[in-house]
Structure formats: C-alpha cells, structure tokens
C-alpha cells in the first residue's frame, strides 16, 4: 500500500522557520502531483501548495512569498518550506498525493496522517 508520511512539525516563534517534509512509500509508478493542505482548530482544511511533476507550483493567498514548495522526485518527497511564519499558520499540516501504483492502474488520492504547526506570539 502507499504511504505517506510528514514529518518536521512542532512549534516554532512567529518570525521564525520551519521546514516539513512528506516521504511517499510503497507500490508507486508515478506521482503526478504533491501537496500540502492545512486544517485549523474550527476551520475547514483548505490548501496551502501544490506542486506537480512538471514543476509547476501553485499556492494559497495567504503563504504566498512566505512559503516555498519543492519536490525530489528521485526520492519522492514534497518539501514546505516555511519563513517567516506567523501565528495564523497555527494548524494541522497534511501531505497529499495523486499516485499511480503500477502501469496498470489510474491516479488515486492519497493522505498522509498529519503533522502539528504551532506558532507562538
């Protein structure tokens, strides 16, 4: 089965950095694209970047110029990098991938489990 995995969470002060990383493992042909999404206490999960295998990134309002997105493909891992951040990037950051797992099968949407971003003041 794939799996993804985040890991580079924790808390960190406002103005500070912050680097995730999401390690995709398992039956895997292809990734077509990778992302990260985030979910706040009472607030619905939205998206924070994606990143497709082409290169081609594309981020929310919100990080832009804050954040950065990359992806190594040879070892199929996404990168968030953060800086600065602020206390509003507070939330539960998680990976997500379209997979191909053999040349026989389509793309599926893959979740990692999630890694916790607080920022203090």
């Known amino acids: 089965q794939v799996q993804l995995v985040e890991s580079g969470g924790g808390l960190v002060q406002a103005g500070g950095s912050l680097r995730l990383s999401c390690a995709a493992s398992?039956?895997?042909?292809?990734?077509?694209?990778m992302g990260w999404y985030r979910q706040a206490p009472g607030k619905q999960r939205e998206l924070v970047a994606t990143i497709t295998s082409g290169g081609s990134t594309n981020s929310a309002e919100s990080v832009k110029g804050r954040f950065t997105i990359s992806r190594e493909n040879g070892v199929n891992t996404v990168y968030l990098q953060m800086n600065p951040v602020k206390p509003e990037d507070t939330a539960t950051y998680y990976c997500?991938?379209?997979?191909?797992?053999?040349?026989?099968?389509?793309?599926?949407?893959?979740w990692g489990q999630g890694t916790q971003v607080t920022v203090s003041s």
């Open positions: 997500n991938a379209l997979i191909a797992p053999s040349t026989r099968t389509g793309f599926w949407n893959y």
């Open positions: 398992g039956s895997i042909f292809s990734i077509n694209v």
